[in-house]
């Protein structure tokens, strides 16, 4: 399931690309137009910036904006950066992968790798879509 960090992260970026003439914009404006906890915001903005998705300005006209071009932003990359792997077994994670601890199959013929290695098949385009993308959706 999508945390509510990453569905917030997300939804930032999106009100972020869809006001970009207007950034900087300050967290507090974030918060009120995408209905977002404040201090919440403000844990999700440090970590897009400590991973070089946003820039801040400091001062009265200070906020966020892109530092990461958001048409390169994807939204399984930020799933990925708050929430971890998107693959819902390790046995079958592209970037977090690890063997099934209790799994007694060989993972070339469980069953369950299988069927969980095709889900993620079939997100993966999906949530591949950028930032700028989204708003053609």
Do not use: W
């Not at 897009?48 to 530092?67: A, C, D, M, N, V």
């Not at 990359?77 to 077994?89: N, V």
């Amino acid at each position: 399931m999508l945390s509510k960090k990453a569905k917030y992260a997300i939804k930032t970026l999106i009100y972020l690309h869809q006001n970009k003439t207007s950034t900087p914009i300050s967290a507090k404006i974030i918060a009120e137009q995408e209905r977002i906890p404040y201090k919440f915001l403000e844990t999700i903005l440090r970590d897009l910036r400590q991973h070089k998705i946003l820039k801040s300005t400091r001062g009265p006209e200070g906020g966020y904006s892109f530092l990461k071009d958001s048409n390169t932003i994807t939204v399984a990359e930020i799933i990925r950066l708050i929430d971890g792997p998107i693959a819902l077994i390790p046995c079958v994670s592209e970037n977090f992968y690890s063997k099934c601890n209790e799994c007694s199959d060989d993972e070339e013929t469980c069953k369950i790798r299988k069927l969980f290695g095709q889900l993620r098949n079939e997100m993966l385009p999906i949530l591949n879509k950028t930032i700028e993308e989204l708003n053609s959706i």
